[in-house]
């Protein structure tokens, strides 16, 4: 098949989508449909990086996947709740993006790419330990959907939101490497402590 980008996106968005809207009441559909925009941004920002464009398109909308087999629909969240289940969903996400790339659709990926979209999934969430260009700018996608408040309203209430915010500044904010992402992370920190702290007077 001639390979188009967007024709990709469709088929992911056609299979992978529907479960993550029952996943997290929906927020991981809106989070995965963020991540894919801010990752584009950066990509576009970074010519000199080189990335594999179709790579890491894949890995962001299977990334979190794995929470679909994990999470009720309308289960309450906090911070503890969804740090233990990172390990588990990285690992079911990467069981599902494996045997999706089995279909026949994806015929025009190489062995190397389909094994790199599979790992990216399998250590997106590994942040001690992530240190490839493509893993780390994957993960400053996600964390700049995971900052912003303005798309999407924040499932954490303000005590869980002031645990994310520290092990988003000691671990993940440090590793970023863009300078793109850097300074949207600045801009989006301020929001959200602003959004937090008007939510904790309520």
């Known amino acids: ?9 469709e088929y992911l968005k ?9 996943s997290r009441g929906g927020f991981d559909k809106i989070h995965t449909l963020e991540v894919i925009t801010w990752l584009k941004q950066i ?11 179709t790579v890491l398109i894949i890995a962001a909308y299977a990334h979190d996947w794995g929470y679909a087999d994990i999470f009720r629909d309308g289960q309450v969240m906090n911070f503890e709740i969804i740090e233990n289940a990172k390990k588990l969903h990285m690992e ?17 990926l190489s062995d190397a790419q389909k094994s ?7 250590v997106h969430d590994k942040k001690f330990e992530i240190k490839d260009i493509d893993e780390l700018v994957l993960m ?14 924040p499932v954490l209430d303000v005590e869980s939101n002031k645990k994310f915010m520290d092990a988003m500044l000691a671990t993940r ?21 602003y959004y937090f702290k008007q939510k904790g007077k309520k």
Not at 140 to 153: P, R, W, Y
Not at 173 to 193: C, D, G, M, N, V
């Open 43 to 53: 990509i576009d920002h970074n010519p000199e990086l080189k990335l594999d464009e």
């Open 116 to 122: 790199r979209c599979i790992h990216l999934v399998s």
């Open 173 to 193: 904010i440090p590793k970023f490497i863009t300078e793109f992402s850097k300074s949207e992370a600045k801009r989006l920190i301020q929001a959200r402590e």
């Open 92 to 108: 079911l996400g990467a069981k599902k993006i494996e045997k999706l790339l089995d279909d026949n659709f994806f015929s025009f």
């Open 1 to 9: 098949m001639n390979f188009d980008l967007n024709n990709l996106e």
């Open 140 to 153: 400053e996608a996600d964390m700049l959907s995971a900052l912003d408040v303005n798309s999407s309203k």
């Open 14 to 22: 056609e299979k992978i989508l529907p479960d993550l809207e029952k």
